[in-house]
């Protein structure tokens, strides 16, 4: 059966770059975008798009058959910080929409499930430095614990029901074509918008918060590339340590201005600092490498001269 997806939460940070590189890899006609609402991202005028709740089990069933969907990525979420301000909501979207899905691929009505995890899923007592794919995980936000508990089913349902879901523990994703929303990684994109519109910008971390990061099309290759995978090298089928660089507020600030001299930066923290406190200062991503081969491409420089030059190009 040839491949056609679909992508729940597409207008998300992820989801507009990954709906892009989905249809080059499978074609236009054959990757369906949904949101619960439409973002005004021309990438979504170009193909086609449905309105969809990811809480509506039905809903996504209907769409899911009308466009005789195989490959589902649910890309719909609520991130650290928002969901701490709304524990209700964000457990009944992240963890509801998971189980639809997850059912969905049990009752063979889909064939594959792609579901992002987190380092939010680590917490005070796990290792800081090079945290490894298995350890004490512990995670002390809703959204930490709605990705763990999302990773205990997943391998759950792969062991008992033979559910073909797969998944990769993001880190802060670097970005500027859609904004991030909700998340204590934010600050890393944030700043960049505000070093080329206004050359200063307010960091809600410390200077000295060391983090794991990537670029979003580290991310995006890693997410297709695991979907890509024979069956039988993704061996685990919870949730995959990936990791590219890792930098602090500080080292970022002073990377920007290697290339905008006069960029200056201070420091408020505010309620995030306590959520990056409990993650990873950097990820121990082998066991990814070693069962489907996975490496990141963009270094700290490149990263950062890829953001500067093309926000210089859209925004100013
Ligand atoms: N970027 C996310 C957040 O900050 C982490 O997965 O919430």
């Given amino acids: 059966m040839s491949t056609k997806v679909l992508i729940i939460g597409a207008c998300g940070q992820i989801g507009t770059e990954l709906t892009t590189a989905l249809r080059n890899t499978y074609g236009f006609s054959n990757v369906i975008a949904s949101d619960i609402r439409k973002s005004e991202s021309d990438v979504f005028n170009q193909g086609?798009?449905?309105?969809l709740d990811a809480?509506?089990?039905?809903?996504?069933?209907?769409?899911?058959?009308?466009?005789?969907i195989t490959d589902v990525y649910l890309m719909a979420a609520l991130l650290s910080a928002t969901?701490?301000?709304?524990?209700?909501?964000?457990?009944?979207?992240?963890?509801?929409?998971?189980?639809?899905?997850?059912?969905?691929?049990?009752?063979?009505?889909?064939?594959?499930?792609?579901?992002?995890?987190?380092?939010?899923?680590?917490?005070?007592?796990?290792?800081?430095?090079?945290?490894?794919?298995?350890?004490?995980?512990?995670?002390?936000?809703?959204?930490?614990?709605?990705?763990?508990?999302?990773?205990?089913?997943c391998e759950y349902y792969h062991k008992n029901y033979?559910?073909?879901?797969?998944?990769?523990?993001?880190?802060?994703?670097?970005?500027?074509?859609?904004?991030?929303?909700?998340?204590?990684?934010?600050?890393?994109?944030?700043?960049?918008h505000e070093a080329v519109q206004k050359g200063s910008?307010?960091?809600?971390?410390?200077?000295?918060?060391?983090?794991?990061?990537?670029?979003?099309?580290?991310?995006?290759?890693?997410?297709?590339n695991i979907m890509k995978a024979e069956p039988e090298s993704v061996k685990v089928r919870s949730s995959y340590n990936i990791a590219a660089i890792s930098f602090t507020p500080a080292e970022l600030a002073t990377a920007i201005q290697q290339i905008i001299p006069e960029f200056a930066i201070a420091y408020e923290p505010d309620s995030r600092q306590k959520i990056a406190d409990t993650w990873p200062e950097s990820i121990d991503d082998s066991t990814a490498t070693a069962?489907?081969?996975?490496?990141?491409?963009?270094?700290?420089?490149?990263?950062?001269s890829e953001m500067i030059s093309n926000l210089q190009r859209v925004l100013v």
């Fill in 162 to 192: 033979g559910v073909d879901v797969r998944s990769i523990r993001y880190p802060g994703i670097i970005s500027w074509k859609a904004n991030p929303g909700g998340g204590t990684t934010d600050y890393a994109v944030e700043i960049f």
């Fill in 83 to 153: 969901a701490e301000k709304n524990p209700d909501f964000a457990w009944d979207l992240n963890m509801n929409s998971l189980f639809h899905v997850l059912n969905l691929a049990k009752e063979k009505v889909i064939q594959k499930v792609f579901w992002p995890s987190s380092i939010a899923v680590f917490g005070e007592n796990s290792p800081k430095k090079n945290t490894p794919q298995h350890t004490i995980m512990e995670p002390s936000t809703v959204y930490g614990i709605s990705k763990l508990s999302g990773e205990r089913w």
């Fill in 201 to 224: 910008y307010t960091c809600f971390l410390r200077d000295d918060t060391s983090l794991p990061m990537m670029f979003m099309d580290d991310a995006v290759r890693a997410t297709i």
């Fill in 55 to 68: 809480r509506d089990k039905d809903a996504i069933k209907a769409c899911v058959e009308k466009h005789k």
């Fill in 48 to 51: 086609t798009f449905e309105l």
């Fill in 291 to 304: 069962d489907w081969n996975w490496s990141h491409e963009f270094d700290m420089k490149t990263i950062v």
